[in-house]
């Protein structure tokens, strides 16, 4: 008999492996390239259902032959995947344009479906040979998954990911010596496991460092600053919220200050670059305690709302290396509240490099939070004068558009008017954006801010608003309270100074916004007038981008894609209109399309093999394929849409992906493993054997009763617990989690884990419920359940993703619950 464990240790691997893909592709390439290549790799899994549909009883006679053949297969193919992966010469970016990259991502398809393949391949073994198992089996499964994505994220903090990528090639080859020991008993058994199990640890820490050592693209910005003689790397620090390099330049210095006055004539004090994941660069400036040299920051637009505000008390969300908080200090901020959620980069900026940026969070008045910003400014009771946004990610990467498929609670509606309450009278909201054209991220910020005034019940929300640009940021002033005809005047004197343009401010003509930095049109005051008007949808709906505020529902704020502008830019693609392209959600796209078509192949064969030898009936194989697909989609919609929900509770995607997929995963599995029990109980409770139940309702003697015949009782209470669980979810956990933001971590944990744990156990059930009853009328069709269930989670994960940039994430719960309940009346 095959050991439970070994069918646990394969699943934590398989799932550890899928995370961790996603952080490798996020420091080698771009994260929302990790989508495609990932979602297609996890066809996989469909592959397998497919395979073992196909070979039968062959494989079956050898169980635990092929149990640890494809468990060693699953570890050695995690590392050769990576490692012949990073060889290639793959440009991520150039995939639009070169036909030759096409070729290089077929090849990275099949490289990483290999290891899922593998572990599916055992997964679906262990399920197929033993039936009678089925509910335990799906629950180690689901556990397994769960200890795989928790462990990771453990694994994170102490170790490089591609350190990390050896303990996941362990989870396999541990796998392998349980499943081989399993044909002894006693004592030898116990001593071949952990022989085995030596042996696979020495095997894995034998690994040369060089195969799995990372090489970033060429294209990011800390490969073109290597590039430049005298660069050198002083530090490099992994956690769980990215890789940290920090290095200096003797020959070129750093000279980071966004929106700089082409005016200016002061240098900027020495700088040390810090990129996380190779770009997103921020920098750490020497200080010395001397003001004077600081005097360049007040050349950026950045500074306005200090020529505004006499020694403001301010509050920085996202201090990145602290050249905001040294702004503060250069205007005598008395009160400096600095909000950053990188750990590691306050410990650098405090520790490491303290003494070059002259202790910047030791300086009077100054104090750090590690925080979120909204979750920071929830439980926060202080009012402020000053609210900043400063610019944290790269050019290259916004105008690439890889932050599409990023989701980002700081910037929606609801942010805003979080912002606006912890203001005081007369304060400023203060936001920096790089500048594209045509605009994009500066307009939604614009239309964001107009919302949350009129929310707040403002009927002239543009006397509140001034947008200055630079040549290649801009700065949005939200005031609480009307900009006056003295704060114009000041944002005038500043702005002419500094050779900046109004792009909009009460009063200012259409001209006077388009003088130093001129552009081909006067996009920021048309644009700005149109969004406080009455044809405000109607801009909205013909711009060529979609520039709607962001909500917390739908938080996708670097989204700006239309369907209507594609043509145009793929027309230009290779004339450089590629860089106007939002490439996540195309990519995504792209994704859901390759997966479909190759989902199908893999739904489709298997029927094609078996016909050929003992034809199933067209109804039942279809029902059977339904129902699977309906709860394949359903689940991951599920899980998704609660991860996005509970991003914002928790704080941040390090936080919210493990808790709530190890909380669903343990969960589920726990209901898995109650599902023959459930089952058993409620047979006998009714007195029945066959697949359905009678509910009687009597009104007394001799008064009407009426029967209700429940078909598959067990999974009518199942569907029901969902609907109900999912349900109170959409109504009640908005306003539960305004009420709990404030709550320590550690008991948000707790939190989360008692809401999500009824609904995950209820999903546990459906799956087993059914793969029993198919195992005991059609066991030549479980391997492809097991299949079509691994491709609709495949399909799902994307879809969901689309799904929610389109309509917003209650929309995706609801068609979950709307999918449950087709798969209930699908099963007969």
Known sequence: MLPLLAVALVSAGALAFEVLLTRLFSIVQWHHFAYMVISIALLGYGVSGAFLAVTGNRVRRH???????????????????????????????????????????????LLFALPFFCAATCIGLALVAFPERIGRTYRYDLVGASMGAIGLMLALIVLFPNVALKVVALCGFLAAALAISVRETGVVRKGRAVGYATAAIAACAALPQSWTALQLSEYKGLSQTLLVPGVKVLAEEAGLYGLLTVVSSSTIPFRYAPGLSLSNSMEPPAQLGVFTDGDGLTVITAFDGRLEPLAYLDQTPAALPYHLLEKPEVLILGVGGGADVLLALLHRAPRIDAVELNPQLVRLVSKRFAEFAGRLYEQPGVQIHVAEARSFVAGSRDRYDLIQLPLLDSFATAAAGTHSLSESYIYTIEAFEQYLDHLRPGGYLAITRWLKLPPRDSLRLFATAVSALEHRGIGEPGRHLALVRSWNTTTLLVKNGPVTGEDAAAIRRFAEERAFDLGFLRGVSREEANRFNVLDQHYFFDSAVALLGPQRKEFLRHYKFDVAPATDDRPYFFDFFKWQALPELLERRTLGGAALLDWGYVVLVATLVQASVLA??????????LGRHRPPAALARWRIALYFLAIGFAFLFVEIASIQRFVLFLGHPV??????????????????????????????LQGLSAPGALIRFSGGEGRCRWVVRVRHPALALAVAGIVAAAVLHLVAAPSLFRWLMPLPDTLKIAVSLVLIAPLAFFMGLPFPLALVRVAA????????????????????????????????????????????????????
């Open 63 to 109: 169980v635990g032959a092929a149990f640890a053949t494809g468990a060693i297969l699953f570890a050695v193919s995690t590392v050769a995947s990576f490692a012949v992966a990073e060889r290639l010469p793959f440009n991520a970016l150039a995939v639009i344009w070169e036909p030759r990259q096409l070729l290089y991502l077929l090849v990275l398809y």
């Open 777 to 828: 009328a059609r066991p030549g069709l479980v391997p492809w359940a097991w299949g079509i269930n691994g491709c609709a989670s495949v399909l799902s994960a994307i879809l969901a993703i689309l799904l929610a940039m389109s309509l917003g994430f209650s929309a995706v719960l609801l068609i979950a619950i709307g999918l449950y309940l087709v798969a209930a009346a699908t099963l007969r």
């Open 600 to 609: 199908l192949v893999l739904i489709l064969t298997p029927l094609l093999w």
């Open 655 to 684: 936080y919210a992906i493990p808790v709530v997929l190890c909380a669903f995963l343990f969960f589920a599995g726990l209901g898995s493993g109650f599902a023959p029990r459930l089952t058993a109980r409620l047979d006998a």
